[in-house]
């Protein structure tokens, strides 16, 4: 069946329909443990990734090789899971990770804003016990959604809120979550969304090309180079202006690699100064 990808504004129901959904449908539900599965395979820090994974870096992280390391982990993260199918992904930028993935569904739930405050208020009171005020829960929720929105355009250049990134968009505003589960479950089960060959091909295939650039990230002769990354059943095909004999040789060593091949990108001139 179909893999799903929830996108949600803070205080839209995300989670309780995240959690509902998985567990009608007999799915994992993927989401703090994508952090936790990224931390303990590749060896980096929890709370470092969930930063990332949560809002967009800073102006020094973005020119940081480290940083571009993780967030690529993220990346294949997700992927990995989307490989293995029947999953219901709540977090890692699926919506455009998975893009034309016959078998992905993508789904964005948003709500108005003054019923997400309260929502927070509500969800924050049975979890800590405490209250937020009201001026305080409108900030945290303003400040997440801005937050969302600069990593979707600083990772991918695109708006999170563009319809054209989901198959649906739902307003939970009258919609409770047991209902929105109910309207999600029939889609997945529509033979549509059905998994086929192809659309395993292509999620292994985008899997494999970023492994590849986790493994050319991490590599001391690498790291410092950018490369662009391309696979198609087993053959890799790596593109960049530097760096490319010893990446071949590092990408060779990834676990589901057939054939490398290369291909030299060239710096155009910089053009002459004219008065």
Do not use: C
């Amino acid at each position: 069946m179909a893999i799903v990808v929830i996108s949600h504004q803070m205080g839209a129901g995300g989670p309780e329909v995240g959690t509902a959904l998985a567990e009608r449908l007999g799915y994992r539900h993927v989401n703090h443990e994508l952090l936790l599965d990224a931390a303990r395979r590749y060896g980096l820090a929890e709370e470092r990734l969930s930063r990332l994974e949560e809002a967009k870096p800073s102006l020094f992280e973005r020119f940081d090789t480290e940083t571009r390391h993780h967030i690529t982990v993220l990346q294949t993260t997700l992927l990995e899971f989307a490989e293995l199918d029947d999953a219901v992904l709540m977090r890692g930028g699926g919506q455009w990770l998975l893009r034309g993935v016959p078998h992905a569904l993508r789904v964005r739930l948003v709500a108005p804003f003054e019923q997400r405050v309260r929502h927070w208020i509500k969800r924050t009171a049975e979890m800590t016990g405490e209250t937020p005020n009201q001026r305080a829960a409108a900030d945290f929720v303003r400040r997440d959604d801005a937050e969302k929105a600069g990593r979707m355009r600083y990772l991918y250049e695109v708006d999170v809120a563009d319809p054209s990134l989901y198959e649906l968009i739902v307003n939970t505003e009258k919609l409770a979550p047991p209902a929105v589960v109910e309207v999600l479950e029939g889609l997945v089960r529509r033979p549509e969304l059905a998994t086929t060959e192809a659309g395993r091909r292509l999620v292994a295939a985008r899997a494999l090309a970023s492994r590849v650039q986790v493994a050319l990230a991490t590599h001391p002769d690498t790291r410092r180079y950018r490369f662009t990354v391309d696979a198609q059943d087993g053959v890799v095909t790596l593109e960049a202006t530097a760096g490319l004999e010893r990446a071949l040789e590092v990408a060779r060593t990834v676990p589901g690699v057939r054939e490398v091949r290369a291909q030299q990108v060239e710096i155009p001139p910089i053009p002459p100064f004219v008065a």
